[in-house]
């Protein structure tokens, strides 16, 4: 491609009828703990998000997804194939995005690290990193290019996490709260980046304002679904819950 045009990622729209994504009688466990029993749920809305408290089973449900966990029993499937071998069959396929980039990141710069995401596509080494420069250009990110990945903050670090998605285009996003260490400028862009994606996103959040617009949101609470629908009313749902429970946590204290 010619290096002097703004960058533009070619992006595969995605499949979205109701063969997805799907998750049938899963059993999930870890050691003694059981994460998931019987979970059953198809996706096949372009944007979802998923809420709850902290172990009801979001990064988990994201490992399933994407193949980094196995369950014991029942079946995971992304576009017709088994989760665990969608790396091994269709690399670039899904793309997740961590809580802790530091968990993602492996090369020592920001353009390094985006031309990555381009390997999958079978992107040289060099042409790679000629198109993650232009790439960091169009986004006004130029002078990120040569920047050391430790000398970025850690919501920095999450952006250029973001950024490699991006590049690399899969068809499938999984974002593990990517808005925890955003300021309020960078949780905008973010969220403006998301509403434009032509792929099917699906973000887990604690930050419930971006996703009570998504046509569908799902609360889990201990590997259960505990409620599954329009954004607004799934989110004002948890918020109640929430709000009863630091309630009755406050009388129990008198």
């Known amino acids: 491609m ?40 198809d996706l096949p809305e372009p944007r979802i998000g998923l809420i709850g408290d902290n172990g009801a089973g979001k990064s988990s449900l994201f490992r399933m997804l994407c193949g980094l966990d196995v369950p014991q029993s029942g079946s995971v499937t992304v576009r017709g194939l088994e989760a665990r071998n969608v790396s091994r069959k269709r690399p670039g396929l899904v793309g997740m995005m961590f809580q802790n980039p530091d968990e993602q990141i492996i090369f020592p710069t920001v353009a390094e690290e985006l031309a990555l995401g381009l390997s999958p596509s079978g992107v040289a080494r060099r042409e790679a990193i000629a198109q993650a420069r232009v790439f960091l250009e169009s986004r006004n990110l130029a002078h990120w290019a040569d920047r050391a990945i430790g000398a970025l903050s850690h919501g920095q670090r999450q952006h250029v996490c973001w950024l490699a998605l991006m590049i690399a285009s899969p068809e499938l996003l999984l974002l593990d709260e990517p808005f925890a260490s955003l300021d309020q400028p960078g949780q905008a862009l973010l969220g403006m980046d998301i509403a434009k994606a032509s792929q099917q996103v699906i973000v887990s959040t604690h930050l419930l304002e971006h996703v009570r617009t998504f046509e569908r949101v799902i609360w889990l609470e201990r590997g259960q679904v505990r409620a599954d629908g329009p954004g607004a009313q799934v989110c004002a749902a948890y918020q109640a819950d929430v709000a009863a429970r630091i309630a009755a946590q406050a009388l129990s204290y008198k």
């Open 2 to 41: 010619p290096f002097n045009e703004p960058y533009s990622p070619v992006v595969s729209k995605p499949s979205l009828g109701g063969t997805s994504l799907h998750i049938r009688e899963v059993t999930l466990q870890r050691g003694a703990n059981t994460i998931f029993s019987g979970l059953t749920l």
